[in-house]
C-alpha cells in the first residue's frame, strides 16, 4: 500500500438513511499503470480532532514489476456509517504529494473544499 501521487477532487455526501451515513469519494492521480485496491483510510484519533476535520489517507496498491510510465487518473470511495455529524466540519483527504478539504455546510448539504 503507498499514496497516490496526487487527490484532484473531494466529494461529500449525506445518505438519507437511519442513523445517517456519510459517502466519501475522491479522484486523484497515479504515475504509473498498475494501481489497484484504491481506498480512502481514516486516521485513526485518541480524541475526535478538535478543528471538526477528518484525516483520510489516499492509498492504493502499487504495481509490481516493470510499468508504463503515464499519469493516469484513480479514484476512490468510503462509506462511513455513524459519522459524529454533531462534531463533524469536513474531510482531509491526503495524498504523497498534497491534500484536499472538503466541508460540511451548517444546512448539512456539502460541498467540495
Not at 483510510?41 to 483520510?56: L, S, T
Not at 492504493?60 to 462511513?80: E, F, N
Request: proline share 10%; net charge neutral.
Amino acid at each position: 500500500m503507498a499514496e497516490v501521487m496526487k487527490v484532484v477532487d473531494v466529494d461529500l455526501k449525506i445518505l438519507k438513511s437511519n442513523p445517517p451515513q456519510l459517502h466519501i469519494s475522491a479522484i486523484g492521480l497515479v504515475g504509473t499503470a498498475g494501481w489497484t485496491n484504491p481506498r480512502l483510510e481514516p486516521r485513526v484519533y485518541i480524541q475526535f480532532p478538535p478543528d471538526g476535520i477528518q484525516d483520510f489517507d489516499f492509498v492504493a496498491d502499487p504495481p509490481q514489476g516493470t510499468v508504463i510510465q503515464v499519469v493516469l487518473p484513480i479514484d476512490a470511495s468510503k462509506l462511513w456509517k455513524e459519522p459524529p455529524l454533531d462534531k463533524l466540519k469536513g474531510v482531509r483527504v491526503h495524498s504523497a504529494s498534497n491534500s484536499i478539504e472538503a466541508h460540511l455546510k451548517s444546512s448539512r448539504s456539502l460541498a467540495c473544499g
